[in-house]
């Protein structure tokens, strides 16, 4: 057993973090989210050019074949330094969706591009009831001569308005995971977007088919079986934001003790009160099991969903705990960061976002639950042997 | 980075739990579990189970194999230590863990070479003098005195809160050897023979149920061979010792036990109602428990590790026994609420449930709090040690 990063992975995430912290100025940052596209595509190519685009790709699409736990330390990173870009749209999501259940000739048109940062993609899952359940899946596929016609309305698309083509999941048949997955462009008549301004900085956006057609070559993987690589793109995505949740609770945290060593009151910096000590303390100790969580949670995944229990554990205490770290920080600020050009406001306002995304602290809870009700050892610690008889 | 452990370091782990379950028998635990002790068994138990540890190899697994030791890393610690807490065995402590440590890294040739052998063989007991009556969480407050006299140091005073005082062979006191001094300067430690002239014990009833012990020193005079690290400088060798202290206090093995002892029980069928897993209120809270005790277990191993590269982790060390304690009492408080109408039953009620462990731990580990450096205090020297605010 080792759980530390080895001498690469620091260098990797010391390069990251500086990276994210240069690349843009707040003032950047804030700008960008009054736009559609929401990131800047200079910086995503300069992103695509350090490998992390393409990291987790075969080196044949012009991937590194890193581990999902460097990909995290990355977006740990672009959290920290609140860089807005498309890296859950294009590669968390699409990207390894393809990876995971594209064609070959799917796989060769988009990945190499991707890993360049030559090309956006997204993925439409999530509709009316906001759940990320098979059945809550609504919008229609039906076949139509040697293709398939999309009805139905998606919401929290992100970078819809910047991706050449969104992937979308349909239903089939009347089976809860009768579930479809279709490569659609972002122009084809009938599909219409709309944005869905919201906290975060992230462009969402809802997607409405109106009688979208597509040709059968636009089928990800089996045709009404697609449930299973959804389920392995949301674990994904629920352990990816975790990573961004603790890059956003460090951000806050690195803020808090530059102020509280800084801040001069009654005499001499606030940070030398216990008040004070015992805030940053709580918000240091949350950061740093939340980290390990997520450590563990990436390093799960690539098992199928042999991870689930680890990527909801992470997503469950990232999502719980790194927003609290925001309010903690604002907390010992006072007034200061009330203000929009105070740096914390990013962060108060991307941990609302994060948590929420790939499942909120309640959905993994539940998820949680159920793997209990249905696999109790499976919660039981390392020990796992058996109780001593003599307390029964 | 790996989660798992090794082939080799499984294998450990299951050695280690065939050893406890051997030397832990349904009999022995009746003959010899003893709720006026600390550690919850008998004096004569604790002695004779650590000799057996010693025996084992387990004690000294980790130090250099130049005294006596394994030379085994942190990890193989860790899981000795948690799998020790899980079976709530007797003998891993300050006797085994930090202290010989302590020699190690402070102590004379001469006291490497009586005490080391002895102690690699669990033949010797200990009590940790630092607290004192007016010296708690402010421990460089302390008053005991130690007066040169020829080859001797004359010791007086008293100590607080000294667990296990009254089984103990020696003590590892933390004495004032300059009057003039204040605060961290003039401190020197002490290797006291507890056999010595003037040693005297007293009890004090804690309401967890067990005895407490202080130490009082009358003009006892201890051989100036017995002092630890330079005189005066005692300060750098508790200090020393209270990282490793507070990494051995980590192990996730109780938390697991908690997690692990409240699981079955809520999963019992019960007569007249469906089993307590059924009810999804209660499977959120045990959710969220087992959240907690997972990062309890990983901030154990990630402690582990990062000793194990040969790194000396400090406030690492404070955060992993919040983490630890912190999540220790929250199971405590769950256990009483799971437990419902029984939770105050004590052992021997009818109907006791988990013979009746759930109280009595809600009391014991109440020391938790305050014991190795409390919650606030852990907090402080996070915020300090770890962070750089300013004191």
């Not at chain 1, 239903?171 to 977007?193: H, M, Y």
């Not at chain 2, 004032?176 to 040693?199: C, E, N, Q, W, Y």
């Not at chain 2, 051995?248 to 029980?265: E, H, P, T």
């Not at chain 2, 209660?282 to 907690?292: G, K, P, S, W």
Request: net charge negative; hydrophobic share 40%.
């Amino acid at each position: 057993m080792d759980i530390s990063l080895d001498s690469d992975q620091q260098m990797l995430h010391e390069t990251a973090v500086t990276f994210a912290a240069n690349v843009m100025t707040p003032a950047r940052i804030r700008e960008l989210e009054e736009t559609d596209a929401g990131f800047d595509a200079s910086v995503w190519k300069q992103i695509a050019e350090m490998g992390w685009a393409g990291a987790l790709f075969p080196e044949q699409y012009g991937g590194s074949e890193a581990s999902a736990v460097e990909l995290a330390l990355v977006v740990e990173a672009l959290g920290q330094g609140a860089i807005p870009n498309p890296l859950f749209s294009t590669v968390i999501e699409a990207g390894l969706l393809l990876l995971d259940a594209g064609s070959p000739i799917q796989r060769e048109t988009y990945l190499p591009r991707i890993a360049s940062g030559d090309a956006i993609l997204t993925t439409a899952i999530l509709e009316a009831s906001g759940g990320l359940r098979p059945q809550e899946i609504r919008t229609t596929i039906t076949k139509a001569g040697n293709g398939f016609t999309i009805n139905g309305t998606k919401l929290f698309v992100r970078d819809a308005s910047t991706a050449e083509v969104i992937i979308v999941a349909g239903r089939t048949g009347d089976e809860a995971e009768d579930v479809t997955l279709l490569i659609v462009p972002q122009n084809a008549p009938g599909l219409t977007l709309r944005r869905m301004p919201a906290s975060g900085g992230e462009s969402l956006w809802q997607a409405t088919f109106d009688n979208v057609m597509v040709d059968s070559d636009a089928l990800v993987g089996d045709d009404g079986n697609a449930w299973a690589a959804i389920a392995r793109l949301q674990l994904r995505g629920a352990a990816f934001k975790s990573a961004e949740l603790v890059g956003i609770g460090q951000a806050s945290l690195d803020l808090t003790v530059t102020y509280a060593k800084t801040r001069e009151q009654f005499g001499g910096p606030i940070g030398r009160f216990q008040g004070v000590h015992h805030h940053c303390a709580e918000i240091y100790r949350d950061l740093q099991v939340s980290r390990l969580l997520v450590w563990q949670a990436a390093a799960s995944l690539g098992e199928g969903l042999a991870g689930s229990r680890e990527v909801s554990m992470a997503k469950a205490k990232c999502s719980d705990a790194m927003p609290a770290a925001t309010r903690i920080a604002h907390q010992i600020h006072g007034a200061i960061a009330y203000y929009r050009d105070y740096p914390l406001e990013l962060y108060y306002h991307r941990a609302i976002a994060a948590q929420a995304a790939y499942g909120d602290a309640g959905h993994h809870r539940r998820v949680l639950s159920e793997l209990m009700r249905t696999d109790l050892d499976g919660f039981r610690g390392d020990n796992r042997h058996d109780l001593p008889v003599h307390y029964f | 980075m790996d989660f798992k452990l090794t082939a080799e370091e499984q294998a450990f782990r299951l050695e280690v739990q065939d050893f406890l379950r051997r030397e832990l028998t349904p009999n022995i635990w009746l003959a010899h579990r003893d709720p006026t002790e600390q550690g919850m068994w008998t004096a004569d138990f604790t002695k004779a189970f650590r000799r057996k540890l010693g025996a084992a190899g387990y004690i000294g697994m980790g130090w250099p194999k130049e005294y006596g030791g394994g030379g085994r890393n942190r990890i193989y610690q860790t899981i000795l230590w948690d799998e020790m807490e899980y079976h709530r065995a007797p003998g891993i402590d300050r006797s085994v863990t930090y202290i010989p440590n302590a020699v190690i890294a402070f102590g004379s040739d001469a006291q490497k070479a009586e005490f080391l052998p002895k102690m690699v063989r669990g033949e010797l007991s200990w009590f940790v003098g630092y607290s004192e009556p007016e010296a708690g969480s402010d421990l460089a407050n302390l008053k005991t005195k130690a007066v040169e006299d020829g080859d001797y140091f004359v010791i007086t005073g008293q100590k607080a809160f000294s667990s296990d005082a009254h089984m103990a062979d020696y003590g590892w006191v933390a004495t004032r050897t300059d009057a003039t001094s204040t605060k961290h300067h003039g401190l020197t430690m002490f290797i006291v023979d507890m056999t010595l002239p003037g040693v005297t014990v007293s009890e004090y009833p804690t309401l967890a149920g067990w005895t407490h012990h202080a130490v009082h020193f009358d003009n006892v005079r201890v051989h100036k061979s017995m002092m630890v690290g330079a005189r005066d400088q005692g300060w750098k060798v508790v200090m020393g010792a209270i990282d490793y202290e507070r990494g051995a206090l980590a192990s996730a093995g109780l938390v697991n036990y908690q997690l692990d002892r409240l699981l079955a029980w809520c999963a019992q069928p019960r007569e007249g109602a469906a089993p307590l897993l059924d009810d999804p209120v209660v499977r959120d809270e045990l959710v969220r428990l087992a959240i907690e005790a997972e990062t309890a277990k990983l901030a154990s191993y990630w402690l582990a590790s990062l000793s194990a590269k040969g790194l000396r982790p400090q406030h690492e060390s404070s955060v992993a026994l919040l983490v630890k304690r912190e999540t220790s009492r929250k199971f405590d408080a769950a256990g009483l609420e799971l437990l419902g109408q029984f939770a105050p039953l004590r052992a021997g009620s009818p109907a006791v449930a988990l013979a009746g462990e759930v109280e009595v731990e809600y009391r014991d580990h109440l020391y938790f709090q305050f014991a190795a450096g409390g919650f606030d205090i852990t907090r402080n020297v996070v915020a300090t040690r770890g962070l750089g605010l300013p004191r």
